[in-house]
């Protein structure tokens, strides 16, 4: 699996990302800065890591979604070809319009940093194949602006296409409010585009991917990638 | 006396006693400018003098009693005068760190306040060369009853966390306390650790004249200034007034100056760097000069301004976020320059090293300050104030403490009061698993991080118990070390080195000084006894209000090694059937105790001995166990004693226990909540006690088996059992209802 990492300024969950995908891919991925405009020949999947990019004063991902290199993920998402976006990446996939709904400022209006409970909604997708359906697994959040906000006919249509692929949960699996600790709209912690080869989602499964570290429940993203890539090829 | 060129003082204003008075500057201060430069000083030299001989900056209250601290050890690479202390952890790495105050800034504006002591300590610890890789904090506030105490809370937690979660470094421990002293004057001590190469630290010293001095990163604004100088005054009734001395963070911009400064340190770009943190250019400009033995020729319009018609008053004394002064080589400027460009960042050669051992400073085609580089540091003034020992506390023995409630009752309320109950509400707003390196998160007795992939680690903590401070200084002071120490052994940490962040009220009332002078006395001797020295530190003085000063409070950060982050402890009980074992003995020393203020209302007494010897012994005792992968739990006994350190044992983990240890001697209250020192909790397999208990005698470690896990229940003996679910609730409930106001009497 050859991974692109783009680098806007201010990211900076961009090594906890590179980590991971070493890990369990086995390569490095390259990293790709903002004002580039082509991605590395042959790139497999592009990964859109979180932080705040350009410090995020204005809304959240607005001003990367413009960035030079931009132009580039679209044209990658466009062919059909994969990409992660997580936390500020999320963020900014939907400002640049890659995916649908807008991340607003979390229901309690505080960050929030803690493990959370993601019910894997199905496992057919090149994103969760690594997964099973239903199966709950625990990652980290870390955000300010997680509330996933879409309108009716928006999240109908996500809803209806099978398109929501993390939900908050609780740790049994089932949905509470309790649970929904950013306030999301139908508790969406992760979508794909209709393509279904555009992933944004809030939790950061890049941080928990080895064993000694306590959790691996984050690593079937990664590895459900590299299995679907090598089919692929 | 020669007369050297005088400074232009166009457009400044004359030089009169209110100034003077109102740059911080006593009059026999004043004098002493005048002597030392033959004449009177200009406008902008006023506030150069002022911003360099200021307490915050010159330490010229503590310095006498700073000497006095141990600063060596094999392990240390660089103790206090830099920017940050650096320690060697094997391998070629080295760990970089410091705490520093940001309490006035803080309590005018809690958020801004917070922020920038956040990214002025992160700044102190990339300066050297080194990645950030954690930061603590530890924040003292008023009595939550106070009318300021929610909103001071919710602003500085808020700052902390929006400046580090933007940056990118884990916050991953800290402290929060409430006290009625700090009402008028809280407490924000942030501390930043980084790792670097233990061949490639950078420090401010100059070398070599003519080369350029660089000014990086953000534009300099007119915020903060005489920042240094309120840092170090006492508060009154119009303190309100002085917000717009409080300087605005950027995190963005901080983390492009990381990042930018790393990559021209790795390409041999620097040769000395200092970070424009309090009194901003000047501050950084002498230091280099000054540390080099070099003069400093700033040509002040190359500042980037970032508005106009800015005097050289200001630019000096500016305080604006987010800037380095740097001496580059001159062959790779070009380079230094595309790389910070790349980042977006400013970029102005503003000055030149000169053999002069002058400070000149121009504006505008004329010479604004004309003053001699080492006397500004050197030559200010250094005060043996007079100090008054504080009075001794009697000893309240066990006996003289009539229990109010029962032991299980006193435990249920003990855990659920502002000192003891859950800091989650704080530590879930700092993100403390970034950089993916976070192995124990918030909640234990010491952070543990990860050091690259490791398996060598980390341990971090910052501690202080100021009530026991205020009650005896020399033994808070001690204390204060200990605790670090022993928080940083349960984890099974070797402790390497400390940076002292000294908070106390004003240092010219003798009471004050002597707290001072006390604390600096325990932490120095707790500290030769340990080996483990004070590599970095901060003061921070004049924190009082109408002239009612805070606890003293000393904190101590502390770093600590681990080999193998595998072989390491937690206080979460593990399994049931496991023996519960106390390590060190027990008196019952109820003095100062928690139980002793809050369950009887009495605030007093000798605060509990510090022995360090025992502390060693027992300390080293339990190192060994969590070592050979013996002790399967272990945690330090301090705040509330032996049952409130069980009972966070048991909450952490959802594992009751049933306890079995009676004490003959004393009275059962005083044994479960007495807060004796040098004590740990340790749960081992049963089938081990046996053995431990015999090689502990040979250690001379007293150990008591006291307890077994177990169940979903407390038992203290003779009492009915407490749910642990119940009591986590209650431990949970405190800080989150408080903050949202839904608490009937706070």
Known sequence: ?233 | MLYRVTPMTRNEPPITPQLVAEHGLKPDEYERIIKLIGREPSFTELGIFSAMWNEHCSYKSSKVHLRTLPTQAPWVIQGPGENAGVVDIGDGLAVVFKMESHNHPSFIEPYQGAATGVGGILRDVFTMGARPIACLDALSFGDPAHPRTRHLVSGVVAGVGGYGNSFGVPTVGGQLRFHARYDGNCLVNAMAVGIAAADKIFYAKATGVGMPIVYLGSKTGRDGIHGASMASAEFDDDSEAKRPTVQVGDPFSEKLLLEACLEIMAKDCVIAIQDMGAAGLTCSAVEMGAKGDLGVDLNLDAVPCREVGMSAYEMMLSESQERMLMVLRPEKEAEAEAIFRKWGLDFAVVGFTTPSQRFVVRHGGQVMADLPIKELGDEAPVYRRPFVDSAKQPVIAPGAVPPPISNAEALRTLIGTPELCARRWVWEQYDHVILGNTVQRPGGDAAVVRVLDGPKALALTADVTPRYCEADPFEGGKQAVAEAWRNITAVGGRPLAVTDNLNFGNPERPEIMGQLVGCIRGIGEACRALEFPVVSGNVSLYNETNGRAILPTPTIGAVGLLDDFMRSATLAFKAGDEAILLIGETQGWLGQSLYLRDLCGREEGAPPPVDLDTERRNGDFARILIHENIATAVHDVSDGGLLVAIAEMAMASGIGAVLTAVSADIPSHAFWFGEDQARYVATVHSGAVDAIIARAGIAGVPVRRIGTTGGEALTVPGEQPLSVEELRARFEAWLPQYMAGTLVDP
């Open chain 1, 1 to 233: 699996m050859k991974s692109a990492v783009v680098v806007f300024p201010g990211i900076n969950r961009e090594r906890d990302m590179a980590r991971a995908l070493k890990l369990i891919s086995g390569r490095e991925p390259s990293m790709v800065w903002h004002a580039d405009t082509a991605l590395p020949p042959a790139t497999d999947l592009v990964v859109i890591p979180g932080g705040f990019s350009y410090g995020d004063y204005l809304r959240c991902g607005a001003i990367a979604a413009r960035a030079p290199i931009m132009d580039a993920v679209r044209a990658h998402a466009a062919g059909g070809a994969l990409v992660l976006g997580v936390c500020n990446g999320f963020q900014i996939l939907c400002e640049a319009g890659l995916l649908p709904g807008v991340l607003m400022r979390n229901q309690a209006l505080k960050f929030i940093s803690r493990d959370l409970f993601l019910r894997v909604e199905r496992s057919d997708s090149p994103f969760t194949r690594g997964y099973n359906a239903g199966q709950v697994i625990r990652v980290p959040v870390a955000h300010g602006e997680g509330n996933y906000v879409a309108d009716a006919e928006t999240l109908a249509r996500l809803e209806d296409d099978g398109r929501v692929l993390f939900r908050y949960a609780a740790p049994d699996g089932s949905l509470d409010p309790a649970w929904n600790l950013n306030g999301a709209s139908n508790a969406i912690a992760g979508i794909v585009n209709a393509g279904g080869n555009v992933l944004g989602m809030m939790p950061h499964p890049e941080n928990h991917v080895e064993p000694e570290m306590g959790c691996t429940d984050g690593r079937g993203l990664f590895a459900g990638l590299v299995e679907a890539l090598d089919r692929a090829a």
